[in-house]
Protein backbone atom coordinates (compact mmCIF):
# COMPACT_ATOMS: atom_id res chain seq x y z
CA UNK A 1 0.00 0.00 0.00
CA UNK A 2 1.23 3.43 -0.99
CA UNK A 3 1.28 6.47 1.72
CA UNK A 4 2.52 9.98 1.40
CA UNK A 5 4.17 11.81 3.13
CA UNK A 6 1.84 14.34 4.68
CA UNK A 7 2.31 18.20 5.19
CA UNK A 8 2.78 19.18 8.91
CA UNK A 9 0.16 21.84 8.27
CA UNK A 10 -2.24 19.01 7.15
CA UNK A 11 -1.10 16.90 9.92
CA UNK A 12 -2.59 19.46 12.41
CA UNK A 13 -5.90 20.08 10.69
CA UNK A 14 -6.93 16.41 10.41
CA UNK A 15 -5.98 16.60 14.68
CA UNK A 16 -8.56 19.22 14.84
CA UNK A 17 -11.42 17.37 12.53
CA UNK A 18 -10.20 14.06 14.59
CA UNK A 19 -10.67 15.33 17.83
CA UNK A 20 -14.43 16.39 16.94
CA UNK A 21 -14.58 12.51 15.33
CA UNK A 22 -14.66 13.53 11.57
CA UNK A 23 -12.44 12.48 9.18
CA UNK A 24 -10.33 14.28 6.03
CA UNK A 25 -8.91 13.39 2.87
CA UNK A 26 -6.28 15.87 0.23
CA UNK A 27 -7.83 15.64 -2.83
CA UNK A 28 -7.46 17.00 -6.49
CA UNK A 29 -4.06 18.46 -8.35
CA UNK A 30 -2.25 18.14 -4.86
CA UNK A 31 -2.26 14.54 -4.56
CA UNK A 32 -1.51 14.57 -8.52
CA UNK A 33 1.32 16.47 -7.97
CA UNK A 34 2.57 14.81 -5.45
CA UNK A 35 2.53 11.63 -6.92
CA UNK A 36 4.20 13.33 -9.89
CA UNK A 37 7.22 13.93 -7.25
CA UNK A 38 5.90 17.97 -7.54
CA UNK A 39 5.33 20.16 -4.65
CA UNK A 40 1.95 21.03 -4.59
CA UNK A 41 0.68 25.01 -4.46
CA UNK A 42 -1.76 24.74 -2.91
CA UNK A 43 -4.26 22.14 -0.89
CA UNK A 44 -7.85 21.05 -1.76
CA UNK A 45 -9.25 18.72 1.51
CA UNK A 46 -12.57 16.93 1.42
CA UNK A 47 -14.36 15.53 4.76
CA UNK A 48 -17.67 14.25 5.76
CA UNK A 49 -18.34 17.24 7.96
CA UNK A 50 -21.01 19.51 6.95
CA UNK A 51 -20.01 22.97 6.14
CA UNK A 52 -21.83 23.98 9.39
CA UNK A 53 -19.99 21.87 11.60
CA UNK A 54 -16.58 23.22 9.63
CA UNK A 55 -17.72 26.39 10.36
CA UNK A 56 -17.91 25.71 14.47
CA UNK A 57 -14.45 23.72 14.28
CA UNK A 58 -11.78 26.81 12.78
CA UNK A 59 -11.52 30.05 13.94
CA UNK A 60 -11.32 31.16 10.61
CA UNK A 61 -13.77 30.20 8.13
CA UNK A 62 -14.83 31.86 4.40
CA UNK A 63 -18.12 30.69 3.00
CA UNK A 64 -16.56 30.45 -0.10
CA UNK A 65 -19.14 28.01 -1.85
CA UNK A 66 -21.25 27.23 0.63
CA UNK A 67 -23.76 26.02 -1.50
CA UNK A 68 -21.99 23.73 -3.11
CA UNK A 69 -20.48 22.59 0.52
CA UNK A 70 -17.24 24.41 -0.22
CA UNK A 71 -15.77 26.87 2.21
CA UNK A 72 -11.85 28.32 2.81
CA UNK A 73 -10.61 27.66 6.16
CA UNK A 74 -7.84 29.98 6.90
CA UNK A 75 -5.28 28.02 8.55
CA UNK A 76 -1.42 28.09 10.09
CA UNK A 77 -1.36 31.30 7.07
CA UNK A 78 -2.30 28.93 4.77
CA UNK A 79 -6.11 29.16 2.66
CA UNK A 80 -7.36 25.58 2.18
CA UNK A 81 -10.46 24.66 0.35
CA UNK A 82 -12.77 22.34 2.60
CA UNK A 83 -14.98 20.18 0.72
CA UNK A 84 -17.26 18.10 2.32
CA UNK A 85 -18.11 14.82 0.74
CA UNK A 86 -21.00 14.77 -2.43
CA UNK A 87 -22.31 13.92 -4.80
CA UNK A 88 -23.75 15.43 -7.85
CA UNK A 89 -26.60 14.89 -10.26
CA UNK A 90 -28.12 16.91 -13.74
CA UNK A 91 -26.33 19.49 -14.86
CA UNK A 92 -28.90 21.54 -16.85
CA UNK A 93 -26.52 24.54 -17.67
CA UNK A 94 -23.70 22.25 -18.55
CA UNK A 95 -21.76 23.61 -15.60
CA UNK A 96 -23.11 23.43 -12.21
CA UNK A 97 -25.04 20.39 -10.84
CA UNK A 98 -28.75 20.93 -10.58
CA UNK A 99 -28.74 18.52 -7.23
CA UNK A 100 -25.72 18.45 -4.69
CA UNK A 101 -26.08 15.88 -1.92
CA UNK A 102 -23.56 15.12 0.91
CA UNK A 103 -22.42 11.29 0.32
CA UNK A 104 -20.78 8.85 2.75
CA UNK A 105 -17.73 7.89 1.70
CA UNK A 106 -14.77 9.31 -0.11
CA UNK A 107 -15.27 6.75 -2.65
CA UNK A 108 -18.50 8.03 -3.35
CA UNK A 109 -16.99 11.81 -3.37
CA UNK A 110 -14.02 10.86 -6.31
CA UNK A 111 -16.96 9.19 -8.18
CA UNK A 112 -17.90 12.34 -9.65
CA UNK A 113 -14.76 14.22 -10.44
CA UNK A 114 -13.56 14.14 -14.00
CA UNK A 115 -10.04 12.39 -14.39
CA UNK A 116 -8.59 9.45 -12.67
CA UNK A 117 -5.80 11.46 -12.21
CA UNK A 118 -7.66 13.91 -9.85
CA UNK A 119 -10.08 11.25 -8.84
CA UNK A 120 -7.36 10.17 -5.75
CA UNK A 121 -7.00 11.09 -2.57
CA UNK A 122 -4.57 10.51 0.35
CA UNK A 123 -6.11 9.93 3.89
CA UNK A 124 -4.64 12.50 6.34
CA UNK A 125 -4.45 10.20 9.41
CA UNK A 126 -2.33 7.90 7.71
CA UNK A 127 -0.81 8.81 4.26
CA UNK A 128 -2.84 6.05 2.80
CA UNK A 129 -3.67 6.40 -0.92
CA UNK A 130 -7.60 6.09 -2.11
CA UNK A 131 -7.41 5.00 -5.67
CA UNK A 132 -10.45 4.12 -6.56
CA UNK A 133 -10.35 4.38 -10.59
CA UNK A 134 -7.06 3.57 -11.48
CA UNK A 135 -5.52 7.21 -11.16
CA UNK A 136 -2.28 6.48 -10.17
CA UNK A 137 -2.02 3.68 -12.92
CA UNK A 138 -2.64 6.30 -15.66
CA UNK A 139 -0.31 9.07 -14.39
CA UNK A 140 2.45 6.45 -14.32
CA UNK A 141 1.40 6.18 -17.82
CA UNK A 142 0.72 9.65 -18.68
CA UNK A 143 -2.69 9.45 -19.52
CA UNK A 144 -5.53 11.26 -19.05
CA UNK A 145 -8.87 9.13 -19.04
CA UNK A 146 -12.12 10.33 -17.51
CA UNK A 147 -13.58 8.54 -14.70
CA UNK A 148 -16.55 6.59 -16.09
CA UNK A 149 -18.10 7.41 -19.24
CA UNK A 150 -16.17 10.25 -21.24
CA UNK A 151 -19.83 11.02 -22.82
CA UNK A 152 -21.58 11.39 -19.16
CA UNK A 153 -18.44 13.16 -17.79
CA UNK A 154 -18.59 15.96 -21.08
CA UNK A 155 -21.76 16.46 -20.68
CA UNK A 156 -22.09 17.43 -17.15
CA UNK A 157 -19.79 20.21 -18.00
CA UNK A 158 -18.77 21.85 -21.05
CA UNK A 159 -15.77 23.06 -19.61
CA UNK A 160 -13.87 19.77 -19.10
CA UNK A 161 -13.29 19.01 -22.78
CA UNK A 162 -10.86 22.04 -23.04
CA UNK A 163 -9.40 21.19 -19.30
CA UNK A 164 -8.39 17.80 -20.92
CA UNK A 165 -6.16 19.31 -23.33
CA UNK A 166 -5.21 22.00 -21.31
CA UNK A 167 -3.58 19.14 -18.92
CA UNK A 168 -2.22 17.33 -21.78
CA UNK A 169 0.01 20.05 -23.28
CA UNK A 170 0.41 21.09 -19.11
CA UNK A 171 1.62 17.99 -17.81
CA UNK A 172 2.48 16.41 -21.23
CA UNK A 173 0.46 13.97 -21.13
CA UNK A 174 -1.50 11.80 -23.63
CA UNK A 175 -5.63 11.83 -23.77
CA UNK A 176 -6.94 7.92 -23.96
CA UNK A 177 -8.58 7.08 -27.22
CA UNK A 178 -11.89 6.61 -26.05
CA UNK A 179 -11.59 9.72 -24.23
CA UNK A 180 -10.16 11.76 -27.05
CA UNK A 181 -12.59 10.47 -29.76
CA UNK A 182 -15.91 12.12 -27.72
CA UNK A 183 -14.20 15.40 -28.19
CA UNK A 184 -15.09 15.47 -32.00
CA UNK A 185 -18.78 14.26 -31.29
CA UNK A 186 -21.33 17.49 -32.33
CA UNK A 187 -23.21 17.04 -28.65
CA UNK A 188 -19.89 17.75 -26.72
CA UNK A 189 -18.77 20.20 -29.15
CA UNK A 190 -22.48 21.92 -28.55
CA UNK A 191 -21.85 21.46 -24.61
CA UNK A 192 -18.39 23.24 -24.75
CA UNK A 193 -19.99 26.23 -26.98
CA UNK A 194 -21.96 26.67 -23.93
CA UNK A 195 -19.37 27.78 -21.47
CA UNK A 196 -18.52 31.59 -20.56
CA UNK A 197 -15.40 33.00 -22.29
CA UNK A 198 -13.97 33.72 -19.51
CA UNK A 199 -13.40 30.14 -18.43
CA UNK A 200 -12.53 29.14 -21.89
CA UNK A 201 -9.78 32.08 -21.33
CA UNK A 202 -8.65 31.23 -17.99
CA UNK A 203 -8.12 27.73 -19.44
CA UNK A 204 -6.41 29.03 -22.25
CA UNK A 205 -4.27 30.84 -19.91
CA UNK A 206 -3.01 27.89 -18.22
CA UNK A 207 -2.00 26.14 -21.73
CA UNK A 208 -0.05 28.98 -22.52
CA UNK A 209 2.29 28.52 -19.53
CA UNK A 210 2.53 25.15 -20.27
CA UNK A 211 6.35 24.25 -21.47
CA UNK A 212 5.05 23.96 -25.11
CA UNK A 213 1.70 25.29 -25.82
CA UNK A 214 1.63 23.58 -29.07
CA UNK A 215 0.87 20.11 -27.82
CA UNK A 216 -2.28 21.79 -26.32
CA UNK A 217 -3.39 24.01 -29.19
CA UNK A 218 -2.77 21.37 -32.00
CA UNK A 219 -5.36 19.31 -29.88
CA UNK A 220 -7.26 22.24 -29.74
CA UNK A 221 -7.24 22.85 -33.49
CA UNK A 222 -7.61 19.15 -34.44
CA UNK A 223 -11.03 18.77 -32.36
CA UNK A 224 -12.63 22.34 -34.03
CA UNK A 225 -12.33 23.15 -30.58
CA UNK A 226 -10.31 26.28 -31.26
CA UNK A 227 -13.25 26.90 -34.09
CA UNK A 228 -15.94 27.52 -30.98
CA UNK A 229 -14.04 30.43 -29.09
CA UNK A 230 -11.03 31.24 -31.72
CA UNK A 231 -12.36 31.31 -35.13
CA UNK A 232 -9.76 33.42 -36.77
CA UNK A 233 -6.98 30.99 -36.82
CA UNK A 234 -9.06 28.22 -39.13
CA UNK A 235 -7.62 30.50 -42.31
CA UNK A 236 -3.91 29.97 -41.14
CA UNK A 237 -3.96 26.22 -41.56
CA UNK A 238 -2.64 24.49 -44.16
CA UNK A 239 -1.93 28.24 -45.69
CA UNK A 240 1.68 27.88 -46.71
CA UNK A 241 4.70 29.95 -46.55
CA UNK A 242 7.88 28.05 -47.50
CA UNK A 243 8.50 28.99 -51.36
CA UNK A 244 11.65 27.31 -51.38
CA UNK A 245 13.56 30.13 -50.30
CA UNK A 246 13.89 29.10 -46.58
CA UNK A 247 12.11 31.39 -44.81
CA UNK A 248 9.53 29.19 -43.35
CA UNK A 249 9.26 25.48 -43.11
CA UNK A 250 5.10 25.04 -41.54
CA UNK A 251 2.17 26.48 -42.38
CA UNK A 252 1.44 29.49 -41.03
CA UNK A 253 -0.94 27.74 -38.20
CA UNK A 254 2.21 25.61 -37.61
CA UNK A 255 4.49 28.19 -37.05
CA UNK A 256 2.26 30.39 -34.65
CA UNK A 257 2.17 27.06 -32.53
CA UNK A 258 5.70 26.80 -32.42
CA UNK A 259 7.24 30.55 -32.58
CA UNK A 260 4.35 30.26 -28.91
CA UNK A 261 6.54 27.31 -27.82
CA UNK A 262 9.57 29.85 -28.14
CA UNK A 263 8.47 32.69 -26.62
CA UNK A 264 8.98 33.26 -22.63
CA UNK A 265 6.54 31.15 -20.42
CA UNK A 266 6.71 33.63 -17.72
CA UNK A 267 5.53 36.24 -20.44
CA UNK A 268 1.69 35.66 -20.94
CA UNK A 269 1.46 38.78 -23.12
CA UNK A 270 4.80 37.59 -25.69
CA UNK A 271 3.45 34.48 -25.22
CA UNK A 272 -0.20 35.72 -26.81
CA UNK A 273 1.72 38.00 -29.26
CA UNK A 274 3.79 34.90 -30.81
CA UNK A 275 0.57 33.28 -31.23
CA UNK A 276 -1.13 35.91 -32.93
CA UNK A 277 1.82 38.13 -34.81
CA UNK A 278 0.93 36.15 -38.12
CA UNK A 279 -2.38 35.45 -37.58
CA UNK A 280 -3.25 38.04 -40.96
CA UNK A 281 -1.09 36.16 -43.45
CA UNK A 282 -3.65 34.08 -45.07
CA UNK A 283 -5.39 37.91 -45.96
CA UNK A 284 -1.81 39.54 -46.96
CA UNK A 285 -1.10 36.55 -49.30
CA UNK A 286 0.17 37.34 -52.59
CA UNK A 287 1.68 35.27 -55.18
CA UNK A 288 3.80 36.27 -57.94
CA UNK A 289 6.05 34.43 -60.34
CA UNK A 290 9.62 35.19 -61.04
CA UNK A 291 11.89 33.08 -63.17
CA UNK A 292 9.58 30.25 -63.03
CA UNK A 293 8.94 29.70 -59.60
CA UNK A 294 6.01 30.65 -57.24
CA UNK A 295 7.06 33.11 -54.32
CA UNK A 296 4.46 34.26 -51.69
CA UNK A 297 4.85 38.09 -49.85
CA UNK A 298 2.63 38.81 -46.88
CA UNK A 299 2.46 42.72 -47.12
CA UNK A 300 1.68 44.44 -44.13
CA UNK A 301 0.34 40.82 -42.97
CA UNK A 302 1.86 42.67 -39.30
CA UNK A 303 -0.89 45.28 -39.45
CA UNK A 304 -3.67 43.07 -40.55
CA UNK A 305 -2.62 40.42 -37.59
CA UNK A 306 -2.94 43.66 -34.97
CA UNK A 307 -6.58 44.10 -36.58
CA UNK A 308 -7.75 41.28 -36.26
CA UNK A 309 -5.93 40.41 -32.60
CA UNK A 310 -7.55 43.24 -31.02
CA UNK A 311 -11.20 41.82 -31.08
CA UNK A 312 -10.49 38.45 -30.71
CA UNK A 313 -8.82 39.27 -27.14
CA UNK A 314 -11.35 41.24 -26.62
CA UNK A 315 -14.05 39.15 -27.00
CA UNK A 316 -12.33 36.96 -24.60
CA UNK A 317 -12.01 39.25 -22.08
CA UNK A 318 -8.43 39.82 -21.27
CA UNK A 319 -7.72 43.43 -20.05
CA UNK A 320 -7.68 45.91 -21.56
CA UNK A 321 -4.08 47.16 -21.08
CA UNK A 322 -2.85 43.40 -21.57
CA UNK A 323 -4.91 43.46 -25.05
CA UNK A 324 -2.85 47.15 -25.54
CA UNK A 325 0.40 45.59 -25.00
CA UNK A 326 -0.21 42.02 -27.18
CA UNK A 327 -1.53 44.32 -29.80
CA UNK A 328 1.32 47.17 -29.87
CA UNK A 329 4.26 43.74 -30.43
CA UNK A 330 1.98 42.49 -32.82
CA UNK A 331 1.79 45.55 -34.80
CA UNK A 332 5.63 46.00 -34.55
CA UNK A 333 7.62 42.90 -34.73
CA UNK A 334 8.42 43.18 -38.35
CA UNK A 335 11.54 45.65 -37.71
CA UNK A 336 14.72 45.11 -39.55
CA UNK A 337 17.38 46.37 -38.18
CA UNK A 338 20.63 47.25 -39.99
CA UNK A 339 23.67 48.65 -39.09
CA UNK A 340 23.30 51.48 -41.48
CA UNK A 341 20.79 52.81 -38.62
CA UNK A 342 21.55 56.08 -38.15
CA UNK A 343 21.38 57.34 -34.25
CA UNK A 344 17.70 59.26 -35.21
CA UNK A 345 16.67 55.87 -37.16
CA UNK A 346 17.50 54.27 -33.85
CA UNK A 347 15.48 56.89 -31.95
CA UNK A 348 12.67 57.21 -34.47
CA UNK A 349 12.27 53.18 -33.40
CA UNK A 350 12.47 54.02 -29.74
CA UNK A 351 9.66 56.63 -30.39
CA UNK A 352 7.68 54.13 -32.28
CA UNK A 353 7.78 51.20 -30.27
CA UNK A 354 8.68 52.37 -26.98
CA UNK A 355 11.56 51.57 -24.37
CA UNK A 356 9.98 49.90 -21.79
CA UNK A 357 8.46 47.19 -24.94
CA UNK A 358 12.18 46.36 -26.39
CA UNK A 359 13.02 43.15 -24.38
CA UNK A 360 9.25 42.36 -25.15
CA UNK A 361 9.92 42.55 -28.76
CA UNK A 362 13.78 40.84 -28.78
CA UNK A 363 11.51 38.01 -27.18
CA UNK A 364 8.94 37.87 -29.96
CA UNK A 365 12.00 37.75 -32.52
CA UNK A 366 13.45 35.11 -31.06
CA UNK A 367 10.03 33.43 -30.56
CA UNK A 368 9.40 34.35 -34.24
CA UNK A 369 12.53 32.99 -35.43
CA UNK A 370 12.64 29.75 -33.72
CA UNK A 371 8.47 29.02 -35.37
CA UNK A 372 10.38 28.83 -38.44
CA UNK A 373 12.43 25.86 -37.97
CA UNK A 374 12.28 24.79 -34.26
CA UNK A 375 15.60 25.60 -33.78
CA UNK A 376 16.66 28.50 -30.98
CA UNK A 377 18.97 31.60 -32.31
CA UNK A 378 22.09 31.63 -30.52
CA UNK A 379 22.41 35.52 -30.10
CA UNK A 380 26.30 35.59 -29.75
CA UNK A 381 26.52 33.21 -32.55
CA UNK A 382 24.40 34.01 -35.54
CA UNK A 383 24.94 36.96 -38.02
CA UNK A 384 20.66 37.58 -37.14
CA UNK A 385 21.38 37.36 -33.16
CA UNK A 386 24.55 39.30 -33.51
CA UNK A 387 22.56 42.21 -35.19
CA UNK A 388 19.66 42.26 -32.00
CA UNK A 389 22.79 42.33 -29.52
CA UNK A 390 23.69 45.87 -31.53
CA UNK A 391 20.48 47.01 -31.87
CA UNK A 392 19.94 46.52 -28.09
CA UNK A 393 23.04 48.37 -27.43
CA UNK A 394 22.13 51.23 -29.36
CA UNK A 395 18.99 51.74 -27.84
CA UNK A 396 20.94 51.63 -24.19
CA UNK A 397 23.12 54.34 -25.24
CA UNK A 398 20.28 56.39 -26.64
CA UNK A 399 17.93 55.72 -23.63
CA UNK A 400 20.62 56.45 -21.18
CA UNK A 401 21.24 60.02 -23.03
CA UNK A 402 17.59 60.85 -21.96
CA UNK A 403 16.98 62.32 -25.36
CA UNK A 404 13.76 63.62 -25.99
CA UNK A 405 11.71 61.23 -27.45
CA UNK A 406 7.91 62.18 -26.60
CA UNK A 407 6.33 65.18 -26.98
CA UNK A 408 6.65 65.70 -23.08
CA UNK A 409 10.31 65.64 -22.95
CA UNK A 410 10.36 69.05 -25.67
CA UNK A 411 11.84 71.87 -23.83
CA UNK A 412 8.74 73.33 -25.07
CA UNK A 413 4.72 72.81 -24.30
CA UNK A 414 1.62 74.17 -26.12
CA UNK A 415 1.23 76.91 -23.90
CA UNK A 416 4.51 78.10 -24.67
CA UNK A 417 3.81 77.92 -28.99
CA UNK A 418 0.66 80.06 -28.29
CA UNK A 419 2.68 82.60 -25.87
CA UNK A 420 4.47 83.04 -28.64
CA UNK A 421 2.06 83.74 -31.15
CA UNK A 422 1.34 80.13 -32.67
CA UNK A 423 -2.64 79.64 -33.20
CA UNK A 424 -4.50 77.38 -30.89
CA UNK A 425 -5.86 74.44 -32.24
CA UNK A 426 -4.86 71.54 -34.83
CA UNK A 427 -1.63 73.73 -35.81
CA UNK A 428 -0.30 73.70 -32.26
CA UNK A 429 -0.33 70.09 -32.49
CA UNK A 430 1.30 70.31 -35.90
CA UNK A 431 4.25 72.43 -34.61
CA UNK A 432 5.04 69.92 -31.63
CA UNK A 433 4.98 67.19 -33.95
CA UNK A 434 7.37 68.84 -36.32
CA UNK A 435 9.57 69.83 -33.48
CA UNK A 436 9.87 66.44 -31.97
CA UNK A 437 10.86 65.03 -35.49
CA UNK A 438 13.84 67.88 -35.27
CA UNK A 439 15.26 66.87 -31.82
CA UNK A 440 15.27 63.25 -33.06
CA UNK A 441 17.34 64.36 -35.06
CA UNK A 442 19.23 66.55 -34.00
CA UNK A 443 19.08 66.61 -29.94
CA UNK A 444 21.36 69.43 -29.17
CA UNK A 445 17.76 71.79 -30.92
CA UNK A 446 16.15 70.88 -27.46
CA UNK A 447 16.73 74.43 -25.36
CA UNK A 448 13.25 76.56 -25.18
CA UNK A 449 14.51 79.62 -27.35
CA UNK A 450 15.88 77.08 -30.34
CA UNK A 451 12.61 75.47 -30.48
CA UNK A 452 10.83 78.87 -30.47
CA UNK A 453 12.53 80.20 -33.01
CA UNK A 454 12.11 77.05 -35.09
CA UNK A 455 8.43 76.87 -34.79
CA UNK A 456 7.49 80.19 -35.53
CA UNK A 457 9.76 79.82 -39.21
CA UNK A 458 7.77 76.68 -39.49
CA UNK A 459 4.58 78.33 -39.30
CA UNK A 460 5.75 81.39 -41.52
CA UNK A 461 6.43 78.36 -44.18
CA UNK A 462 3.29 76.82 -43.71
CA UNK A 463 1.40 80.12 -43.92
CA UNK A 464 3.17 81.25 -47.19
CA UNK A 465 2.62 77.91 -48.40
CA UNK A 466 -1.41 78.07 -48.19
CA UNK A 467 -1.52 81.44 -49.54
CA UNK A 468 0.49 80.68 -52.56
Excluded at 114 to 136: C, E, R, S
Excluded at 326 to 341: A, D, G, Q, S
Excluded at 404 to 432: E, F, Y
Aim: proline share 4%; charged share 25%.
Amino acid sequence: MICLKIPPVLKKMHGIFEQHGYSAYLVGGAVRDMLMGKTPSDWDVTTNARPEEIIQIFHKVIPTGIAHGTVTVHFMKNEIEVTTFRTESGYSDGRHPDHIEYAATIQDDLSRRDFTMNAIAVNLADGTVVDPFGGQNDIRHEIIRTVGKPSERFMEDGLRPIRAIRFAAQLKFSIEKDTYSELFKAEIQKKAAGISVERFRDEMIKLLKAEEPSAGIKLLEETHLLDIFMPEFRPCVQCIQGDGRGFHEFDVMTHLMYACDGAPKDKLNVRLAALLHDIGKPQAKNIKTENGAELYTFYNHEQISEKISRPLLARLKFPNALIDNVCHLVKNHMFNYEPTWTDAAVRRFLVRTGYENFEDLIDLRLADIYGMHRIPLRLHDSPAGKLLLELKDRIEVEHEKNSALTLKALAVNGKDLMHAGIPAGKTVGKVLNYLLETVLDDPAQNTKDTLLTIAQNYCQNMQKACSE
